[in-house]
């Protein structure tokens, strides 16, 4: 019973890596246009380019791919901070600096996901051993289930470390703002359009150890306040 089940994946494994190389820049295409007629976050061609669309589905493609021959064969999973999850850690930064929504990031690995198991299906009808089709499948939707989470993980990493530099600029041209540095003409037009401050008005500084910002917020409603 071991043989038949080994050679069957071995051929599974083989028509995979084949597919990998024939069928890339096919399924890449595929991927792209589905991606920029069906997915709302990438109708704007200005926020999400092109070219940086394509070679971001054709690294990710190639990459999930490979990691299912490795599944099938029964190589040992890699692990989170394996180099080739890069790609997707890559869409996943680059997704976030873009303001791609990242509901919409994570609809386009799906949306890979589905075109790689309907041209696996077509091209290895009449190849792949029907005993092997199942596992395939759920390979398949393993690596893309891994590929979505290094996807994420890349996405809030960048959020976070966006979130941080903002609150270091932020209290920054505060401490500028405090020490007097509103003269200079550059200055001021930065502080102001940052902290949502008018250039030319009376300023109220309130110091506190204890504050109900939200509370002060609406007390000093409609004048613009920032904390």
């Not at 890449?28 to 940086?52: C, F, M, W």
């Not at 505060?174 to 102001?192: D, K, N, Y």
Request: proline share 6%; net charge negative; charged share 30%.
């Amino acid at each position: 019973m071991t043989a038949p089940r080994n050679r069957a994946q071995q051929a599974a494994v083989e028509f995979i890596t084949r597919h990998r190389s024939e069928r890339l820049e096919a399924l890449t295409d595929q991927l792209v246009k589905a991606i920029e007629n069906e997915n709302p976050g990438y109708q704007d061609s200005i926020r999400v380019p092109h070219d940086d669309l394509r070679l971001s589905c054709h690294d990710n493609i190639d990459r999930v791919l490979q990691m299912l021959a490795e599944a099938i064969s029964g190589a040992p999973s890699r692990d989170h901070s394996d180099a080739i999850f890069e790609p997707a850690r890559q869409t996943g930064r680059r997704r976030a600096e873009q303001g791609v929504p990242l509901d919409d990031v994570l609809r386009s690995f799906r949306f890979g996901g589905r075109i790689i198991w309907d041209d696996l299906i077509e091209h290895g009808r009449d190849v792949l051993p029907p005993e092997v089709v199942p596992e395939i499948g759920t390979r398949l939707w393993e690596v893309v289930d891994k590929t979505s989470a290094e996807v994420a993980s890349a996405y809030h990493h960048y959020e976070r470390s966006a979130v941080r530099a903002d609150e270091r600029r932020r209290a920054m041209l505060w401490e500028g703002v405090l020490s007097g540095r509103t003269g200079q003409p550059g200055f001021i037009a930065e502080a102001a359009r940052v902290l949502d401050l008018p250039v030319e008005d009376d300023y109220v500084v309130a110091v506190s150890a204890e504050l109900d910002i939200p509370l002060a917020q609406s007390r000093l409603s409609p004048h613009a306040s920032a904390w």
